[in-house]
């Protein structure tokens, strides 16, 4: 997992995956992608996925579908772990006050 290099729009299209939930068995389509992706990230999206496909992080499923795999389904959930703590980290000081 620490041997893979990943650029910023990998990083936020795994994030986005990990958020949706997205496992082995779990498929989704590019356009749900694009959809939940930031504006900014979105006109790379197909040049990201075969980035990350290339990686072995992500798969084809059918026509425009995708999936992770085991790695990948590990690197998303950690991505979008951080952008949750990171989003929500001072919410946690509030619920014990």
Known sequence: MDDIAL??????????????????????HEATIRKKLPQK???????TIKSLHSKGLL??????NYS???????????????????QYGDLVILLVV
């Open 7 to 28: 650029n910023g729009d990998e990083r936020k299209v795994l994030e986005v995956l990990g958020k949706l939930h997205i496992s082995k068995n779990k498929n989704v």
């Open 41 to 47: 990230y979105q006109g790379n999206l197909s040049k």
């Open 59 to 64: 798969r084809y499923y059918r026509n425009e």
């Open 68 to 86: 992770l795999t085991k790695e990948g389904v590990i690197m998303a959930k950690t991505l979008a772990e951080g952008a949750m703590k990171k």
